[in-house]
Nanobody
Framework: QAQFVESGGGSVQPGGSLRLSCTGHGFTLATYAVSWFRQAPGKEREGLSCFTSRDGTLDYADSVKGRFTFSEDSDKNTAYLQLTDLESEDTGIYYC?????????????????????WGQGTQVTVSS
């Protein structure tokens, strides 16, 4: 049974950094669109990034552009999200997800129904 297993969350002070990782088991990330989402208490889930290795598409949400960096290691079948210069507004549960699509569309973050595999979620807390 395929799984997407994530880790790396924690509690940091404003301005701190974390590195989240998601490892695919039973499926190959290189053939999927791989995204990160987050959900803060009382708010809807928010798309953060989308990457497809097929065409090199890499999109970030405006709220995290310049602070968060996506990467993918094909040998380890693992996706990463480097979080830097964290702010209190970044607090929430972070999820990785994979969709069997060849590219990230302009509105990929609105189409959660296409995501076949989801990580279990990891908590990121940013506070003084």
């Amino acid at each position: 049974q395929a799984q997407f297993v994530e880790s790396g969350g924690g509690s940091v002070q404003p301005g701190g950094s974390l590195r989240l990782s998601c490892t695919g088991h039973g499926f190959t990330l290189a053939t999927y669109a791989v995204s990160w989402f987050r959900q803060a208490p009382g708010k809807e889930r928010e798309g953060l990034s989308c990457f497809t290795s097929r065409d090199g598409t890499l999109d970030y949400a405006d709220s995290v552009k310049g602070r968060f960096t996506f990467s993918e290691d094909s040998d380890k079948n693992t996706a990463y999200l480097q979080l830097t210069d964290l702010e209190s507004e970044d607090t929430g549960i972070y999820y990785c997800a994979a969709a069997p699509l060849p590219t990230c569309g302009r509105n990929w973050y609105l189409l959660e129904k296409f995501y076949e595999y989801w990580g279990q979620g990891t908590q990121v807390t940013v506070s003084s």
